[in-house]
């Protein structure tokens, strides 16, 4: 079955910095991939997702980028807030079973 | 639209006891799902249904999970009888057909078992 791990599990930054979050998949047949918004005590809110055929998807501030090669993909946070503090969390589904990584818990100092 | 209703939001019960969780998707779609939220473990997919019919539950963890799809707008998760171990937080999520992967999420019922 599919294996997601995301990296790192904690994340600082400053605000205004850029934060980027990985993720790396084992199932070739996977072809979507979002990505969450956790807040405390709030369900997962998705931000950004990207499917297979694209290699970039851009939204404002965050953007994703896929190596389906390779089997990763990441998020980008540029220009990162206070209320960009959160856990965040990738999946990735190959249309019958989706898996989410562990989560990246992102402080963004003011 | 509401977004996804949980209720309640949080529980507190004592080892033995049964419970009941529940949820109310987005009106108009088609897929419903269960997942599970503890530190050890992240979010584990517990069951989903399609059309009020339960698709694939090999992530309940035992017979003592129980889902219920009685209509469209409506699921039922119920623990019988709870332990301890079952304390985490459990959300449902929603999603439309022919998009199923999109899946928006409820705000998430906290139980502990004490």
């Known amino acids: 079955g599919e294996n997601v791990e995301q990296h790192p599990s904690t994340l600082s930054v400053q605000e205004g910095d850029s934060a980027v979050i990985k993720c790396t998949y084992s199932d070739s047949a996977s072809n979507y991939f979002p990505w969450y918004k956790q807040e405390l005590g709030k369900g997962p809110q998705l931000i950004i997702d990207?499917?297979?055929?694209?290699g970039e998807k851009k939204d404002q501030r965050i953007a994703v980028t896929l190596n389906k090669t390779a089997k990763h993909f990441s998020l980008h946070i540029t220009e990162t807030q206070p209320e960009d503090s959160a856990v965040y969390f990738c999946?990735?589904?190959?249309?019958?079973?989706?898996?989410f990584g562990a989560g990246t818990r992102l402080t963004v100092k003011p | 639209d509401a977004g996804v209703i949980q209720s309640p939001r949080h529980e507190v019960t004592e080892m033995g006891q049964e419970v009941t969780l529940r949820c109310k998707p987005i009106s108009g779609h088609d897929y419903l799902f269960w997942y599970r939220q503890t530190m050890m473990r992240g979010l584990e997919l517990l069951i989903y249904?399609?059309?009020?019919?339960?698709?694939?539950d090999s992530g309940m963890p035992e017979d003592r999970f129980s889902a219920k799809m009685p209509n469209a707008s409506f699921s039922t998760l119920k623990i019988q009888p709870s332990e301890p171990r079952d304390s985490a937080v459990y959300f449902c999520a929603s999603s439309l057909a022919g998009n199923q992967e999109t899946q928006y999420f409820g705000p998430g019922t906290r139980l502990l078992v004490l």
């Open positions: 249904f399609n059309n009020n019919v339960p698709i694939d």
């Open positions: 999946a990735a589904s190959n249309g019958n079973d989706m898996r």
């Open positions: 990207i499917r297979s055929n694209v």
